[in-house]
């Protein structure tokens, strides 16, 4: 899960420069004696590249967001469970020390 992460994290990264250089294409295509016509057909080409590299950017950042919501959750519950084993296992003059809410107030953190 953490190398599709990884992956999906190295993809959005690398849309942004190439719709830098993308947009910087449409821009250049632009010509003081170009038709209407040959503006439009040129445009709809790049359009059509801008809207490809939108969703890749979705989907990439789903991915990268995602996998690492799950990886980070699933530490999450392995840690909460050692803590309660750890707690299991103090003698009970330790819990005299502590107040009621303390230890399950703990645990929801």
């Known amino acids: 899960m953490i190398f599709l992460g990884i992956l999906g ?3 959005h990264g690398l849309i942004q420069p190439i719709f830098i250089m993308t947009f910087g294409s449409l821009v ?3 010509s003081p004696t170009s038709s209407v016509e ?3 057909d040129t445009m709809n080409g790049f359009i059509l590249n801008l809207v490809y590299l939108g969703i890749a950017a ?3 950042a789903y991915f990268r ?3 690492f919501v ?3 959750q699933s ?3 392995k840690i909460r469970k050692e803590y ?3 707690i299991l296992r103090q003698e009970i003059g330790w819990y005299d020390g502590k107040l009621s809410g303390e230890l399950t107030t703990r645990l929801s953190k």
């Open 28 to 30: 250049d295509s632009f």
């Open 9 to 11: 994290g190295l993809g």
């Open 58 to 60: 979705l989907i990439c």
């Open 84 to 86: 309660v084993r750890a």
């Open 70 to 72: 799950l990886v980070g």
């Open 65 to 67: 967001t995602s996998m």
């Open 38 to 40: 040959e503006i439009f």
């Open 75 to 77: 530490q999450a519950n």
